[in-house]
Structure formats: C-alpha cells, structure tokens
C-alpha cells in the first residue's frame, strides 16, 4: 500500500472504531505496515503517536458527550475504554484541565479534531540515498524497550549508560576485561543502532532498540541478544552533521518526504538500521558520517 494511504487509512479507521478496543497493533494490520513502521511515520507525520492519538480524540468525544447529554460519568468512561471512573477522570483532567463534573459548569473543552493528512513539497535539496542489495546478516547488541513519544529525547541517554557501563574500557583502546567487553571489541557494538518491532510490546506503542554491531560469532553474553536481517534491498541514507540531531532530523525527513507518495519503494521488514562510523571523528562533530538503512521492496 502506498505510504500516504496507510497513514491516511490509518486515521479512518481509528476514527472509524474509537469506542472499540484497538490498539497500535490493530491498526497497522489494517494498513498492512509493521506496527514500528507505521508508528514511527504516524508520529512523524501528525506528531502524534497512535495510541496517543486515539486517546485524544477519545478524550475529545467524552467531553462532548458529557456536555451534551445526560449520561453519567462512569458510563462515558466505559464508552470510551476507560475501566473506571478515576481512570477516566485522571487521564480527562490531564487532557482538559478539568475533572469531567465541571463540563457542565461551562468549562471549555479542550478541542482535538481528526487529523487530515497533507504532504508538503519541498524543493531545492535532494535527499543522497542509494539503494543497495545486501546479503543477510545478524547483530549483537543491547537492548532495551523505548514508546515512540520518547524515543528521540531517551535513546541518546541510553547510548551515554551503555558506553558508561560497558563500553568506556574498550573504546579508549585497552584489552577486554570481561565478556561484555569481548563481545563489544569482536562485534564492533556501536557501530549499530537498530529499531525493532517487537509483535509482544508493539500492541502497547513500544519498539525493541539495540546498540549493535554485525555478529561475527563466539559467545552471548547474558543480557545480550541476536537479530537476523535477510538478503534484500535497502535505501541508504547519507547523513553528516553532529549526532543525534543530524540523524533524527534525517529520519524524520524519510518518512515525510521520501515515503509519502513513493512511486517505486514501499517498505519491507519489520526493522531498520542506523549506522555509525566507527573509526573516524566525533559524534559531535559537525562533518560526522553516520547514515539510515531502510529495507525496501519494489512496488
């Protein structure tokens, strides 16, 4: 399906199904796009994770119906998917600024309408990708479970514990000095970073993210896990600049500009991959090399 379309089907179909138990999950099935995917561009292109969407046009619609009919306060909330009343009125008062009981008391409404997707185009700066035909390979890595509404202020963080914790020995060039750092020196970890969409927390609007590097064998540490990518296409995108706003601003440039309305590729898989140079310059440096992979397939 192309890009746009889903993410537009995307919306209808919430739109379509707000007083029903839906999740992230059930919504990219209906799109047929991999919930990180669909999420990841979601957020991009409406600035709004799915589940944070529907429970803002959920909120939206109780306050109408609360201002404009008779029903109580507890019957709303089970409309709405809410299991009980304070549920309900902590989740109504973060959004509004006010309990569900002043509606009626001519509180204003706090206003979030359905969402129309629009596509800007932008000339003059030509996105640098290649695509490029890569045989399978696994990574090694550390992972940890991140929701899309925090992933780019929290997977920096993340970086900064691993190198502190594991890596800080290894990278100023002394010899492992423990398993971990073994594995890091084998497997070049850090050269990788790579988003996955796990079917057991996607449903709850969580992606899996590994600082990895390619496997080249030998021991898993406890703690540390594997991830296969088949042969394929990719689309790889150059990036230079400082780490993260570099990458962050080119992926977010991906998935507004390259996808939507993408008349050759659509994407393939349930993971992409950012990589990092390894062995020259900073990650703050202002010329850093680092690029975004993207597995795709022809339409």
């Not at 799109?31 to 990841?40: D, G, R």
């Not at 190198?163 to 750092?181: F, M």
């Not at 084998?186 to 709850?204: L, Q, R, T, W």
């Amino acid at each position: 399906m192309e890009w746009l379309t889903a993410i537009r089907k995307s919306v209808d179909y919430i739109e379509e199904h707000l007083k029903d138990d839906i999740s992230a999950q059930d919504v990219s099935e209906q799109v047929f796009l991999s919930s990180i995917h669909l999420q990841k561009g979601f957020q991009i292109m409406t600035g709004y994770s799915v589940s944070e969407y529907i429970r803002n046009r959920r909120l939206y619609l109780a306050a109408l119906e609360l201002r404009e009919s008779n029903k109580k306060v507890l019957d709303v909330a089970l409309d709405y998917g809410y299991e009980t009343a304070e549920s309900f009125t902590k989740a109504f008062t973060r959004f509004h600024g006010f309990a569900p009981k002043a509606v009626k008391q001519g509180e204003c409404i706090r206003t979030f309408l359905p969402i129309t997707i629009k596509v800007n185009i932008q000339g003059g700066d030509k996105m640098d990708y290649k695509i490029r035909n890569l045989f399978g390979f696994k990574v090694i890595g550390f992972g940890k479970t991140f929701t899309f509404e925090e992933a780019y202020r929290e997977i920096p963080k993340y970086w900064d514990e691993i190198c502190e914790k594991y890596a800080a020995n290894v990278y100023a060039g002394n010899p492992p000095a423990n398993a971990y750092e073994k594995a890091i020196a084998d497997n070049c970890i850090g050269e990788y970073g790579v988003c996955i969409d796990d079917e057991s927390i996607a449903g709850e609007g969580k992606f899996l993210y590994l600082i990895a590097g390619k496997y080249a064998g030998g021991e898993v540490p406890e703690g540390m896990q594997l991830y296969e990518f088949p042969q394929g296409e990719w689309a790889v995108f150059d990036c230079v600049g400082a780490i993260p706003e570099a990458l962050q601003s080119l992926n977010t440039r991906i998935f507004k500009e390259w996808l939507p309305g993408n008349p050759d590729y659509e994407i393939r898989g349930n993971a992409n991959v950012e990589w990092y140079d390894c062995m020259n310059g900073e990650k703050t440096d202002s010329d850093y090399h680092s690029a975004i992979w993207i597995p795709v397939k022809h339409k």
